[in-house]
């Protein structure tokens, strides 16, 4: 095989991997024990993005971007008129040493079109991962995707060589799945994600018995699904988000904006905007929900639906709930710290170890980095200089916009001219 077709391979490759989001390879402690090449754990990942935020840190590829399936929104589908390729399982093996060698990436990110069938597919992905880990002694980092639809045994392989296995939810609802992808169901993507959390129980508690079993999928399952495509709003979104992260144990959930890349009246048409902001919001009621105890419903529900585009939606919450403000940071337990627009969770840990020798007035908290032009309509503390009272829910958002100067400005607008 020449090296210009390899190259052709990868250009195509590459830039149909480019839409998958979930790529993050946080969470690993592989460690370099055989003298191989790589270590996952010793410096972890670097990333970079791309213009529009997409991450493509890891040498990320598909195996093939040839598929049987013919889901509307993926650039992939056999429908679509495009350059087809597909690399062979030595090729990418001898590209992600290549380029470990070379110090261009750390670790590899692999999913693939499914060609003849989901085993047939997943046995080749399954040997790439193999093969790097058996052959070459490679301990960087590798995500290997799940083929909906792939058996067990294949998913219990994968997890013995990759890092990190993830299997695309893509479409919220299964309303939405049939309307653009019929070719798949809910059932195929669980059926692989249930090995994969019943496999790393077992793993791990084979482990604290038998210290040599091996580490199975040591940086857990993720997935990925597309805001934008098939008209869920962010309530729908976040109960499937929420509800796979509660019975799958997901790593991580990605919200990946849809990119319009083709004419089908389906889907939005090729020109709207991709809705960063709200994949934005989308990202932080996650971390609301996994870091700040939160619950879900809390924040969408059936009157509030959809999150507002204007501000993030802790506020959001704080403006609806002012019955449980001000929040006296001096004596708050942490959850309700915690819920004090303005403050991260490091700042709430700095606040309870801060206070245990003093009492915390504005200067103190300005100091540790609270967010003073959010956090200062929700707090007292022991200064009682800038305490607001008597504001409306609508003049606080409203003075705390006036001041803000946010990135997302200008892309908002745009947002907001769709709906004009
Ligand atoms: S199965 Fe995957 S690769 Fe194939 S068309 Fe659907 S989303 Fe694209």
Redesign the pocket.
Known sequence: MSFQRVQEKLNILAD?AKYDVSCSSSGSNRTNKNKGLGDASASGICHTYTEDGRCVSLLKI?LT?H?????A??????S?DVKRAAFKVQEVVDLTMNFYRRNYIEGLFL????FKSADYTMERLVAVAKKLRLEENFNGYIHLKS??GASDELMREAGLYADRLSV?I?IPTEKGLKLL?P??NRADFIKPMEKVKNEIIQYKSEKKIIRSTPKYAPAGQSTQMIVGASGENDMQIMYTSNYFYKNFNLKRVYYSGYVPISYDTRLPQIGTPVPMLRENRLYQTDWLLRFYGFNIEEILNEQNQSLDLDIDPKLGWALRNMHEFPVDVNKADKRMLARIPGLGMKSVFKILNARRYRQLTWDHLKAIGVAFNRAQYFMVCASNQFEKRDLTPEKIKGLILQNSKSKYTSMLSNQLNLFG
Do not use: H, Q, W
Not at 73 to 78: D, G
């Open positions: 149909a598909l971007n598929c049987i399936f013919d889901c929104y993926c650039v992939t589908r056999k679509n999913s693939s079109g499914i083929i909906p695309n893509e992808a070719d798949k």
